[in-house]
């Protein structure tokens, strides 16, 4: 076992912990909401980049509800521990990225099966989508930390650029994940 790898497991733990008590949390976490924002001595509990309302996608989902105690409990039960997942256990990618298997693997948008894995100094991410026949439905495994924005650049950003954030801890495994089958004009 590399010492990345080993670094990645022993994250787990705190991560797994905060996970495991941000479910029973949740509801009485969103009635410290000020605005969609938790105060900072909560910060841990909300998504490093969105607030209690969520990001656009789950507002569209929800148009009468993200902005209730409900849908910012939904949100928190959605995105467990984000910032924790991010600030503790999260790394600031480094070096070169490296990447093998097909770089277009994704549910959504426009999703492609495949897998791909993206290594940096100091991170990696193994990213496998199959979709389920010709169904809106795949399984879905990310396991590392979402190096996503390293894959479409090849660029690591220093934490000054202004677009950069750390890479967050992540392992998902998901047999029923959504499937975007629109079809990528881009490509």
């Known amino acids: 076992m590399n010492n990345l790898t080993l670094k990645w497991l022993l994250l787990g733990i705190p991560v797994l912990g905060m996970t495991i008590i941000s479910y029973p949390l949740a509801p009485f976490v969103t ?3 000020h605005n969609g924002w938790l105060p900072s001595w ?7 980049d969105n607030n209690l309302y969520g990001g656009n996608d789950w507002q569209l989902d929800h148009p009468k509800s993200y902005f209730t105690w409900w849908g910012m409990t939904r949100w928190l039960w959605r995105n467990p521990a984000g910032t924790f997942s991010y600030v503790v256990a999260g790394v600031w990618p480094e070096g070169e990225v490296r990447r093998q298997g097909d770089p ?17 100094d100091n991170g990696w991410l193994f990213n496998y989508v199959r979709q389920w026949g010709e169904s809106r439905k795949c399984l879905r495994v990310v396991v590392g930390w979402k190096l996503y924005y390293e894959q479409d650049g090849g660029v690591c950003r220093k934490p000054t650029d ?12 998901w047999p029923l994940a959504g499937y975007d089958t629109t079809p990528n004009t881009m490509t």
């Open 42 to 48: 909560l910060q841990w509990f909300q998504s490093y």
């Open 104 to 120: 277009l693997t994704t549910n959504t948008p426009h999703g492609h099966s495949g897998c791909c894995h993206t290594q940096v």
């Open 162 to 173: 202004r677009k950069a954030k750390p890479a967050q801890w992540v392992l998902v495994a």
């Open 31 to 33: 009635l410290f909401a």
